[in-house]
């Protein structure tokens, strides 16, 4: 909901003495301090301290919580029974029969015209592992930052369903940064406490090869007979699968060729990861993005950035654990064999496909450890390939123009994380104790009429109010009520000029690594009818933690795009003049995307 009819010149309040200047713009830009090329750990973040997370937990009932540790000899106990069990299960005559009648493995005529595994069906495979491990990485890597899932939409500590870390302190203004955990080095990509915006970097760029790789796979697989082995051809592959694991779990493995046809527990498996668990990570992935929930409404309301967030870790956990088991069996049912299958694309025993396979692990293993040094020497070099392999996606997934009305005084989150570095300068304390008597909201740069306004002023311009999403880019999110003036009703009044195609903010507060807040945002956003000033929140001013007196709402961006204790809005021809030139503070210090819709 808003009110979005542009002021009349009449309705405008007088205007507050002058204040903008040539000097005042000199004097913002020289507040800013420039990122460096490479990344110095011991101060990175604003030398963030290590934190250590805790191990897995999972919630059970409204109160307790299970140390998912605790599997590894539960499991491992579960897994001595089932051989036991398994054993005892071979010497009886029904069993006997049952796996006579179901040996594991259905050789039917349409699996048999796939024999084999051509070579493009070996470098899917390597690739496959290639790009999946890099995304694994950075997946943790971006899970530190927030390390709780949840299956509501709100992020309201105590609500979540897991965690890595401890619970929520009572710190009213405790911080979704202050929140987040260490990794260790070659667990996460790049390893850095904090370091969400090289790791999406590297996990966007890995999806969408991963994806192009599979998309190729895809096509190959049907324009082939080999879609035959993945496609189950009877009901009895269930009682196969059944009788193959009778099989492996008593340890007298059952005879099969998987050169010609899977038996029925890899047929399952393969089948599941192939058609359901691959196309579930890409959909749950394209369902954290703030632009296609914003999109796609009636989707979104359903399945939420949170629930999208933790099905995503879900089918993450089956990804482990299928590599595991994976792995594990090719390893224990015949190595040269399985190995010659994959890599060599012959069936026999000799050392070729070992040989083949020792190459490719090395290559994986110097990749995997050369990855962190690499990105802590160049992270422009990262930010610029990411850049250039997602930015274009990114700007066609942008929804053009948003419509309001989405949510509604229900759906308002209980709780609303802080975040960002809060401003402890002796101007801002003299504000805040003042109630901002004195603040003004100054608006230069490439307009026709530059402008100085009082909190009062901002309040006497046309009310816009709007209940919309927040997304984090550390992965929380949350719902509230904004309210204030749109940006349209701003542009009304200082009256952009052509050459204008960027707007900054300047913020009272500074980031991480000193020097003034800022970010830019192109100008055609400006106009959408969910971009505003807001100054009040739930219905209440904005408080110090929420960026009080003003802050930014921009619903195509993610939030620390949203600059909160605003003192200044200058339009610009390009960001490339301000600061770095990377268009805004965590793009010039901490490298994220000045664009980050997905």
């Avoid at 009877?234 to 059944?242: E, N």
């Avoid at 999208?308 to 089918?315: D, G, I």
């Avoid at 040989?355 to 090395?362: E, G, I």
């Avoid at 204030?484 to 903010?505: C, H, K, N, Y």
Wanted: aromatic share 14%; net charge neutral; with cysteine.
């Amino acid at each position: 909901m808003g009110a979005d009819a542009g002021p009349a010149p009449e309705d405008l309040p007088a205007p507050a003495p002058a204040g903008v200047s040539p000097d005042t713009v000199r004097d913002w830009r020289w507040q800013l301090t420039p990122g460096e090329d490479q990344v110095n750990t011991a101060t990175w973040a604003g030398s963030v301290p290590h934190v250590n997370g805790i191990a897995p937990r999972v919630r059970v009932g409204r109160g307790k919580w299970f140390n998912l540790l605790w599997l590894l000899p539960i499991g491992l106990v579960l897994l001595l029974v089932a051989v036991a069990v398994a054993k005892g299960l071979r010497g009886d005559p029904v069993v006997q029969r049952f796996i006579a009648r179901y040996p594991g493995t259905l050789y039917s005529a349409r699996a048999r015209a796939a024999t084999g595994f051509p070579a493009w069906l070996r470098w899917q495979h390597f690739f496959n592992l290639f790009f999946m491990l890099f995304m694994i990485r950075s997946g943790t890597q971006i899970l530190s930052d927030h390390p709780r899932l949840y299956w509501t939409r709100h992020s309201t500590p105590g609500r979540d369903w897991f965690r890595i870390q401890k619970p929520v302190p009572a710190d009213p203004l405790w911080t979704a940064k202050q929140d987040s955990i260490s990794l260790p080095g070659q667990v996460g990509l790049p390893g850095l406490r904090h370091s969400i915006g090289l790791a999406r970097w590297w996990h966007l760029s890995m999806d969408l090869l991963w994806l192009v790789n599979g998309i190729v796979f895809y096509v190959l697989l049907f324009a082939t007979s080999q879609w035959q082995r993945l496609v189950p051809a009877s009901w009895s592959v269930f009682p196969d699968a059944l009788s193959v694991l009778i099989q492996y779990l008593s340890l007298n493995w059952p005879v099969e060729n998987t050169w010609v046809a899977y038996n029925g527990l890899q047929l399952i498996a393969y089948f599941v990861t192939v058609f359901v668990a691959a196309p579930l990570a890409l959909i749950t992935g394209l369902g954290m993005s703030p632009a296609l929930s914003a999109r796609f409404k009636r989707l979104s309301k359903v399945l939420s950035i949170q629930f999208a967030r933790s099905v995503h870790f879900l089918v993450l956990v089956y990804f482990l654990v299928f590599i595991v088991v994976h792995v594990s069996l090719v390893f224990a049912t015949g190595l040269l064999v399985n190995l010659n299958h994959v890599y060599a694309g012959r069936t026999d025993n000799s050392w070729d496909g070992f040989w083949l396979f020792a190459v490719s692990m090395a290559v994986i293993i110097v990749a995997w450890v050369a990855a962190t040094p690499f990105t802590i020497r160049h992270p422009r070099l990262v930010q610029r390939a990411g850049q250039a392999i997602v930015g274009p996606l990114q700007h066609l997934f942008e929804h053009v123009d948003p419509k309001p009305g989405e949510y509604g005084e229900k759906d308002i989150s209980p709780y609303f994380w802080h975040n960002g570095q809060y401003p402890d300068s002796d101007e801002y304390k003299a504000l805040f104790d003042g109630h901002f008597a004195g603040w003004r909201l100054r608006i230069h740069g490439l307009v026709e009429h530059p402008a100085d306004l009082s909190l009062a002023q901002l309040r006497a311009l046309p009310h816009h109010e709007q209940i919309t999403q927040h997304f984090c880019i550390q992965g929380w999110s949350g719902v509230a009520k904004w309210g204030g003036v749109s940006m349209q009703t701003i542009m009304d009044l200082v009256r952009p000029q052509p050459e204008a195609r960027w707007v900054v903010f300047y913020s009272l507060g500074e980031g991480a690594d000193k020097g003034v807040y800022y970010d830019a945002h192109p100008i055609g956003h400006m106009g959408h009818h969910l971009t505003m000033l807001a100054y009040d929140m739930n219905g209440e001013p904005l408080s110090f933690g929420h960026g009080a007196p003003l802050r930014l709402r921009n619903e195509n961006e993610l939030g620390f795009k949203q600059v909160k204790w605003i003192k200044g809005i200058e339009f610009v021809t390009h960001y490339s003049e301000i600061g770095s030139g990377y268009g805004g503070y965590n793009e010039d210090h901490e490298f994220f995307g000045y664009r980050q819709s997905i």
